[in-house]
């Protein structure tokens, strides 16, 4: 449109001027008397479409973003081709897609990739043989672990973030409220050794462990799956089993009462202790108090009372306080159970079970010391084991130390899911809990409770578990 009224021109001029500028779908423009006349514009080159290569931006998967992490949806399944031990957290993290990164760790304690970017856009390094290297990129996943914990709401009171880490703003507030409510966190691996252990009220970490095949091989010496896994002689390795099956039930015959319990067995040694009137037991005769665990009635004539009686309830409560009293005497030197003979096999299974396992018992101890080495730090035992053969075990492997007794549940009344919910009502839910199992029960109850887990499979997934605690990155 024009608004201006041009005076009238004559043909011959109009002509002149009326030379399109702009080619194509643009508008003609008139070009005026001082106007240099431009010569048409071609058009451009046109350029093809932009393919999105499927590369999604932000933060991807978690899965991607820890050595030998994987994460899961649904019901928790074993991974496939054997790998090393990952850390899978419940909260809504997508599965891991074709494409991510994923690494391990050897028992050599390389670094080395599972599998590579389809898309070829970064190469990494795989022979990050230095400590200082793994730490750096370690540093870096813990910052976006943090990151993760904040968005999430998992962030544990008083947790500290790297200097380059920055708070959104409502993760900002609540790391606030939980430095001001924190009562203090111990330092990586300078930590002072604690010989007693820490207050309840005090604890920051509490490690959930299952027993077979995650610190001891003992089931699958029995089946010969281990055998079958790790190419050992199956003879020898069932050999090896059968005889510590053999000290394991003798051990809990003799000792720990297991033929009045094995059929009214606890999650807990002090399941009972409000049925426990106290009576000194120094000269208490069990042989002779007429108890009968399985059938709950004593032969005619005893006073045993019927099971599930006060009379009964209370005899069934001396046997636990006597066990828990056999457990802590005997913690450190279960040969003192056991005859002189039965006592060297003991010593030389430990050494053969040692030997064919590749030091497994050794490997998987290195990670509880460390925390128990910590201040703030707690082991805890979840067995599917019955608790009187789960005590026996842990004596007869060396772990008595390691475990106190108040510290070891059985979860083959109630399972794993409702052991958990125990033990979170019983240290309470501003405690940050670790799972680190070979199983699926104890990875979907750590999934239930939105609790991180460890899978154990091989050598690798204990010393990468042992490397990530000892930077304190768990």
Not at 105 to 124: C, D, E, F, I, R
Not at 134 to 151: G, R
Not at 234 to 259: K, R, S, Y
Not at 431 to 451: C, L, P, S, W
Request: with cysteine.
């Amino acid at each position: 449109m024009n608004s201006y009224t041009h005076p009238a021109r004559d043909s011959t001029a109009t002509s002149e001027y009326t030379q399109q500028v702009y080619q194509g779908s643009n508008p003609e423009v008139t070009s005026y008397t001082s106007q240099v006349a431009f010569p048409p514009l071609a058009q451009s080159t046109a350029y093809s479409a932009f393919l999105q290569t499927g590369q999604n931006y932000g933060l991807p998967p978690f899965g991607a973003m820890w050595p030998g992490i994987k994460t899961e949806t649904g019901l928790p399944e074993a991974p496939s081709g054997g790998q090393p031990g990952f850390l899978s957290f419940s909260n809504a993290y997508t599965s891991t897609q074709p494409g991510q990164l994923h690494y391990s760790y050897p028992s050599q304690g390389k670094l080395q990739p599972h599998s590579v970017s389809q898309n070829n856009a970064v190469t990494l390094s795989a022979n990050m043989t230095s400590t200082g290297k793994i730490k750096e990129i370690l540093q870096w996943h813990s910052s976006v672990f943090l990151l993760l914990l904040i968005t999430s709401n998992n962030l544990p009171a008083g947790a500290a973030l790297p200097t380059s880490v920055a708070l959104p703003a409502g993760g900002r507030d609540q790391d606030e409220v939980g430095r001001r409510n924190s009562v203090g966190k111990a330092k990586g691996k300078g930590r002072r050794s604690d010989s007693s252990p820490p207050a309840d009220s005090d604890l920051e970490r509490i490690f959930l462990w299952d027993l077979d095949e995650t610190i001891i091989i003992f089931h699958s010496l029995l089946t010969g799956s281990y055998a079958q896994k790790f190419g050992k002689d199956p003879a020898t390795v069932l050999n090896l089993g059968l005889q510590m099956e053999e000290l394991i039930f003798e051990l809990a015959d003799t000792h720990l009462f297991f033929n009045d319990l094995e059929e009214c067995d606890q999650v807990h040694v002090e399941d009972v202790v409000s049925d426990d009137n106290g009576q000194d037991l120094s000269n208490y005769n069990f042989l002779a108090d007429g108890f009968n665990g399985s059938s709950g009635g004593g032969a005619s004539g005893t006073t045993t009372g019927v099971q599930g009686g006060v009379e009964w309830m209370r005899k069934l409560a001396f046997r636990y306080r006597r066990l828990k009293e056999i457990y802590n005497n005997y913690k450190g030197n279960v040969g003192g159970l056991l005859s002189p003979m039965k006592r060297e096999l003991l010593l030389q299974l430990q050494s053969d079970i040692e030997n064919v396992t590749d030091a497994w018992l050794s490997t998987a101890l290195k990670s509880l010391l460390l925390i128990q080495s910590r201040g703030k730090c707690m082991n805890v035992l979840v067995t599917t084991t019955q608790l009187v053969p789960a005590l026996a075990k842990v004596l007869l492997y060396g772990l008595g130390d390691v475990f106190p007794i108040e510290n070891i549940y059985s979860a083959t009344k109630i399972g794993k899911e409702s052991c958990f919910e125990r033990i979170v009502s019983r240290f309470g839910k501003k405690v940050t809990y670790v799972v680190i199992g070979d199983g699926r029960d104890e990875e979907f109850a750590a999934k239930q409770h939105n609790m991180p887990f460890w899978r154990i499979s091989t050598h690798g997934d204990l010393v990468s578990l042992h490397q990530a605690l000892e930077l304190d990155f768990l």
